[in-house]
Every structure is written in C-alpha cells, then in structure tokens.
C-alpha cells in the first residue's frame, strides 16, 4: 500500500514536467559588438536572426521584431535615431527608429546600472519576418561616427 501511494506521488510530481517539455514556439536573437573607435555613419550592420534547420515553409514568421542597443554611461546623446530593414517574401519593410535613452532630466531609461545600459524597442508587430534574410540597422544621426553604442541586436519572440 505504502509502495503504490509513493508511485502515484512521483507520478503527479513528474507528470508536469514531461507535458511542460513539448515543442513550442522558438525564440531567435542575433546581437553584434559595435567598434570601441565608434559606428561610422555609412556602416550598415547586417543581424542573422538565422536557424539553419528551418525548411522554407517554416522561416516566415508572423512575430514580433525586437531591436535592442546597449550603450555607455558616457553616450553623449537622449535618443538615437536608426534605420531598420527587412524583408518577407513580397515585401520590404524600412522603418525609421527613435529609441529614446534618457528622459527629460538625463536619466537613463534602458536596464542596467554602473557604465552600461540596455534599451530594447518593438518593430512592426504585424510584419512577416524571413529568418533567412538579415535585418539591416544603421544610424542616422547628424554625426559621421557615433560614439557609446555597444552592442546592437535584433530578436524575433
């Protein structure tokens, strides 16, 4: 009795664990470090969101596209201005982008704390994104190289 009463335990506990481990929806995330010298104006950086398992049917998605930034302490700047594109099958999709930083008084908004920060904004909820196609970002600040962006990336949720 006293056996059957611990098999029926370990089979409740476990049963959550097995149905938790089905094939569900997968993320996919590209990120890049950007030059410590600064991103010139003219380089455009070109973001894989790529899953080389994916057949044709299956690397058109209709999710949302996330495009993030760390930057520096120092950023001399409250927003950036970027220009993103992609493409599905039959459509190519340029957004401009203003990523606010900093709020009215010079804090940052982003996550973090000490010398870095992360920002992260959502692009065309609506938009098919192509897996295999890259996401092209470049900034179009009135500067030729910006200086304190870290990191750029993009993610596909």
């Not at 409250?78 to 594109?85: A, F, I, K, P, Y």
Request: charged letters at 25%; glycine letters at 8%; proline letters at 4%.
């Amino acid at each position: 009795m006293r056996n059957t009463i611990i098999y029926i335990l370990l089979i409740i506990t476990l049963l959550p664990c097995v149905a938790s481990c089905t094939r569900g929806e997968r993320d996919y995330s590209s990120w890049t470090e950007l030059p410590a010298s600064g991103w010139a104006y003219g380089d455009s950086i070109r973001l894989w969101p790529l899953d080389t398992t994916l057949r044709y049917n299956d690397s058109l998605v209709h999710r949302p596209l996330l495009l993030g930034l760390t930057h520096a302490n120092d950023y001399a700047y409250s927003n950036v201005w970027l220009e993103v594109t992609y493409e599905s099958d039959r459509l190519r999709y340029r957004d401009t982008v203003n990523i606010r930083l900093s709020d009215i008084y010079g804090r940052w908004l982003g996550s973090g704390f000490g010398s870095g920060y992360q920002r992260e904004v959502e692009l065309s909820p609506g938009a098919d994104i192509d897996l295999r196609r890259p996401v092209i970002v470049r900034h179009i600040m009135r500067l030729d190289t910006l200086r304190g962006i870290e990191h750029i990336g993009i993610s596909v949720k």
